[in-house]
């Protein structure tokens, strides 16, 4: 839990700007999106009351755990139990019954996420490798050239030209 | 939590989202844009636990939460070391500076 | 709702009461005045600890130092000497310094000292005696002391100085490298009872100390010495602690703070340090539990009393666990403290290799041993445990529980409980664990005394000691150089006397290649 925010902790101190520097949008867009945002406000909480629940509503609780196993209920909040069955594949329904289909499990969603975060977690650390930076001030916002020591081994150069 | 009406789960959610919305919209911080990004996937993560609760949906919509948030997780990891290469490449994180398609 | 809220007797035997002339408490306000009443109880933990603590570790450190300590307010023992602390830090000025970043500087000490302050509202402090009693309780209180590594970074970023921005970013590189271990060791008991319930994970450990979850296969006794060290790690104490590494860094993170601000983060650290040795001694050590089986014969009806009506009888017993409980956790504290006055530091590289390449690896191979431990056993033994000491498969259900699934008639499921098999044998083990360490005769009989021969030329070495690591508080008889006559600090000690500067007499440290010197 305290990873991600010190990734974004990271990235905020990566990128500050200096002391004199303030992003700042305009109040003509703070205002235009403060009217977007109500607008889109206004919709969704029309739609929460205009739509009827009620239909859907069933009785309090999730469906109970079997009362021989004599774990905490789910209904009073302690879903851990059978999340963790869930993630497996086993739905704690059908512990004990010898129904030959099980009701769905989340055990391939699960292995397919966790194979997900490594590939994501590689390519951001691949993403942020540290590469060289020319910083060549430039009349009329040029802008910076990287310079990259990739795969292909010559360095890519290009010049950067006061055009503008 | 037996006697609170659906509708104002669903409206807390509703009020995250929008915030993250109006973060995205208006946010001139590559950074401030994923803080965005986060609250609205929150927003939606609320939402499904709400009709968890209340709907037959069941513990269903909980496992679906669990995944947002890992996939919010891996997300951010991704758009963090985008906008380090975006700092990189234009020496500020001011998104509106990445305005060309040239270089 | 009523399960994670103030659980126990407190918001239960509120509802209804009569105040006369207003009328009877809703439920909801009888709720929350159980919240502010344990709110209060746990603002007290937090600043008890802290002032124990900080008592206990002057005494600990002079003690080891071979000096006294705190010897003036409040008496013999300076007591009353974290009192003097803190009044001497308030009425500091409260500096900001010109470069930092003024509301994240100001916003540092509180981030942290909330972190810690939440984790202890998911801390059994006896049987039922918890504000939440959450069925993940485990995970909610790791997921919160995570939350301490934001602080610390704050503070090292916002306080504009090269020192503390050092400190603060090894400190959260060490931190959150910490996490991974650490979560993988506290899951490790888990295993082993199958609940992330604080209050099931004690109940588990009911009976003699074999009980014990260290005891329960040679994986948790490994877990639970690798929970130590990571959780040491994870507190930023010794041999751990560059993030404050006064000889190196200055202060690291909290070298621009003073006074009120300085003391929050040591606030938070001790209570830190405290919740982390009562996970310990809840996960591993028996909770509550003294080990000794009479006291759970008596008083184990007592706790099992229902939960509904105050109950004086039931009150009493789980104050005495609240006492072990809260013994076990001071112990190790101090044992906490102890290495930190006796180990040298680790270099930053060091701490993260320790971590990475080492415990990490490790606490997998031990989680992986731990699961499979049952399958194991139970083909080695053909499935009958019963002559194993403790419950080795794991296969019991605490006795709430069985309670609550023999009331419940319609259970299909065939209750693997063996608790009418408990084994209760005859004896007695020892109970405290963590043994006061066993003292050792000096110059017992037939061991030559050694005198002191006081050269000019001798190596500077600390008056009347022979060896840093033997410090008494007299002088004391020198002893051969043999390892009959190594004292048990000696050989605790004796691989980083090797590595002591100061070694002027090896006597208790082993043979050396260093011949004597005097004293």
Not at chain 3, 108 to 137: H, T
Not at chain 3, 188 to 197: F, S
Not at chain 3, 485 to 494: E, K, N, Q, S
Request: glycine share 10%; proline share 5%; hydrophobic share 50%.
């Amino acid at each position: 839990m305290g990873g991600t925010v010190v990734l974004l902790i990271f990235g905020v101190m990566l990128t500050a700007s200096g002391p004199y520097l303030r992003i700042r949008t305009s109040l003509g867009e703070l205002v235009l999106a403060g009217g977007v945002g109500i607008l889109l406000f206004s919709m969704i909480y029309s739609t929460v009351y205009l739509a009827d629940w009620s239909r859907l509503i069933r009785g309090p609780g999730l469906p109970a755990v079997p009362s021989g196993l004599g774990y905490n209920p789910a209904d009073e909040g302690n879903t851990a139990r059978p999340i963790g069955m869930k993630l497996i594949g086993v739905s704690l329904n059908d512990v004990g019954s010898n129904s030959a289909s099980l009701s769905a499990g989340y055990l391939l969603p699960f292995e397919i996420v966790s194979v997900h975060l490594l590939v994501v977690l590689i390519g951001a650390a691949y993403l942020a490798r540290a590469k060289r930076r020319i910083v060549s001030p430039v009349r009329g916002g040029g802008g910076v050239v990287p310079l990259e020591r990739g795969g292909n081994g010559a360095p890519r150069k290009e010049l950067v030209e006061s055009a503008k | 939590m037996d006697s609170l009406p659906l509708s104002w789960f669903l409206l807390v959610g509703g009020v995250l989202f929008v915030c993250g919305v109006v973060c995205m919209a208006t946010k001139r911080n590559g950074i401030g844009v994923l803080m965005g990004v986060e609250l609205v996937l929150n927003g939606a993560n609320i939402n499904f636990v709400a009709f968890s609760r209340y709907t037959p949906l069941g513990i269903h919509g909980q496992v679906i939460a669990l995944f947002v948030i890992v996939l919010a997780a891996a997300e951010a990891a991704i758009a963090l070391a985008i906008v380090l290469n975006f700092y990189n490449n234009h020496l500020t994180i001011d998104v509106d500076k990445g305005d060309e398609l040239q270089g | 709702m009523s399960m994670l809220l103030a659980a126990d007797t407190i918001g239960g035997s509120l509802v209804g009461l009569h105040i006369p002339g207003v009328g009877n408490l809703s439920e909801s306000a009888a709720y929350a005045i159980a919240a502010i009443i344990h709110a209060v109880l746990l603002f007290n933990v937090f600043g008890l600890a802290a002032f124990v603590f900080i008592w206990l570790e002057r005494k600990v450190s002079g003690r080891i130092q071979d000096r006294l300590g705190p010897t003036r307010v409040g008496g013999r023992f300076g007591w009353l000497q974290s009192l003097a602390d803190g009044v001497k830090l308030i009425q500091k000025e409260d500096l900001v310094p010109k470069d930092a970043d003024a509301m994240l500087f100001r916003l540092a000490p509180f981030m942290v000292c909330v972190a810690s302050f939440a984790a202890l509202i998911l801390l059994p402090f006896s049987d039922g005696w918890v504000p939440v009693a959450s069925d993940i309780g485990l995970f909610l209180l790791l997921a919160f002391l995570s939350l301490e590594v934001f602080g610390i970074i704050l503070a090292g970023y916002s306080s504009g100085s090269k020192w503390s921005l050092f400190g603060g970013m090894r400190e959260a590189a060490q931190m959150v490298s910490y996490e991974i271990p650490l979560a993988i060791c506290a899951l490790i008991p888990v295993i082993a009872v199958g609940t992330l319930n604080f209050d099931e994970i004690g109940e588990m450990q009911q009976g003699w100390f074999g009980n014990w979850l260290i005891f329960h296969d040679p994986f948790t006794f490994l877990a639970y010495f690798m929970y130590f060290t990571v959780a040491t790690a994870s507190c930023k104490r010794a041999p751990f602690d560059l993030a404050e590494a006064e000889s190196e860094l200055v202060g690291g993170f909290h070298t621009e703070y003073s006074g009120m601000r300085w003391s929050f983060f040591f606030l938070a650290e001790y209570a830190s340090m405290f919740v982390v040795s009562m996970v310990a001694a809840i996960l591993f050590l028996g909770a509550w539990h003294t080990g000794l089986s009479f006291d759970d014969r008596l008083l184990g009806p007592l706790r099992n009393l229902s939960t509904q009506d105050f109950n004086g009888y039931r009150y009493l017993a789980n104050l005495f666990g609240l006492l072990v409980l809260t013994a076990k956790g001071t112990v190790l504290v101090f044992v906490q403290m102890w290495l930190r006055w006796t180990l040298p530091r680790l270099r930053i590289d060091q701490v993260m290799t320790t971590c990475l390449k080492y415990l990490v690896p490790i606490s997998c191979f031990l989680f992986l041993g731990a699961a499979v431990w049952p399958l194991g056993l139970a083909l080695a033994t053909g499935g009958h445990t019963d002559w194993l000491p403790g419950h080795a498969l794991g296969d019991r259900l605490p006795h709430r529980l069985t309670q609550r699934a023999a009331a419940a008639p319609s259970a299909e499921q065939k209750i693997p409980s063996k608790l009418g098999k408990t084994k209760k044998t005859g004896q007695t083990g020892m109970s405290a664990p963590s043994a006061a360490p066993a003292s050792r005769a000096e110059g017992g009989p037939g061991i030559p005394v050694w005198r002191p021969v006081v050269a000019k030329d001798a190596r500077p070495c600390l008056p009347r000691r022979c060896c840093f690591w033997c410090l008494r508080s007299r002088p004391a008889a020198a002893r051969w150089r043999s390892f009959s006559a190594r004292t048990w600090r000696g050989w605790l000690f004796g691989s980083s006397c090797r590595s002591a500067r100061r070694r002027a007499c090896s006597f208790c440290c082993g043979p050396t290649s260093s011949v004597p010197r005097s004293c």
